[in-house]
């Protein structure tokens, strides 16, 4: 049995995460829990966002199942996940949007996988005041953070049957930093003559995936590139509470959902499971419970294709817990 470190998060945070270890456990995942509540109401009762205790435990199991935490804007505060993402080196953060069939979404048959570098970029949050009038943020770019993101990206594709790999970037401009990726990304490619590989500058990457997204196959970007295109994969499929995500390093691995902590539907008990039970999904199969995770999708696709029970972010009335239920009932 393997035990798991797990976040339950601000906001729909801990609705979703006990949703998904309802689901788990139902599901007989073979997975012991050590849970631990984070974000701000941890902050209000122990001056600490993440308690040690927690920490210590994810360095302990190496494997973390993290709610949404929410971040206050504009308080000289870091976001904890950025912090978390940084302390244990999580330098590979990988979406997969895969249209589910049942779902009523305006694209059909999207699968993208994006690649996100995890670590640098502007979300190194080293911002500078130089006068009343004048901010500057650095945007840093590295050969090892960019070769590691970018090396992994290819082998994906060579592991997963994938055909195409896109570099998405903005080196029209940023010809230095966006340059140094791009030029990385060339000399890789050629390592890897069997899958084929372009790029876009991400303005355009934008365009285009709302115009012909059929087009991508597995894209690969710097951070901040990597969290809007990802968003916006996300309303290819169907919206945010479908889209999973694990961020993995050389030692350490968190599977969490793309969306934040949702504060306008919080505390209402309508949030969608979704993307955290697909992201613990990707958990079991890291984890060699394939079986599992193949069980839950099977369940979870049932409720979709039936479309009698389902959260207001798909278009249903039902609750989080009617839901979660009805995904029990499948299983
Ligand atoms: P958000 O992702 O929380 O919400 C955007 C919209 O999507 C909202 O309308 C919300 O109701 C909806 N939505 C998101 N998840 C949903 C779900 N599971 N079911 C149904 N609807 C869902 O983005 P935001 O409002 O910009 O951010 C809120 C907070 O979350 C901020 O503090 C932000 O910093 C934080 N955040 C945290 C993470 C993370 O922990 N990894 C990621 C993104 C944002």
Redesign the pocket.
Known sequence: MKTITVFR?????PE?TDAVIEILNHAKADLDYEIFDVGEAVFNKCQEYIPQQALDSFQKNKVLL????????GKGFR???VTLRTKYDLWANIRPAKSNPALDTYFKDIDIVTFRENTEDLYVGKEEVIDDNTIIAYKIITKKASSRIIKAAFEYCVKHNRKKLTCVHKANILKKTDGLFLEIFKDIAKEYPQIQSNSLIVDNTCMQLVMNPWQFDVMVMPNLYGDIIS?LTSGLIG???LLPSCNKGDEYAMY??????????AGKG???????LLSACMMLDDLGQINVAQNIRNALNEVFLEKKVL???LKGHSTTQEFVQEIIKKL
Do not use: Y
């Not at 998060?9 to 945070?13: H, L, P, S, W």
């Not at 969490?256 to 539907?265: F, K, L, M, T």
């Not at 309508?270 to 955290?276: C, D, G, M, R, T």
């Open positions: 998060g601000d906001g729909i945070g979703i993290k709610s949404p935490i929410t971040t206050p804007i976001s904890l996940n968003d919206g945010l509470g969490e959902a793309v969306h934040g902590s949702a504060p306008d539907i309508i949030a969608n499971p979704s993307a955290l959260t207001p972010d």
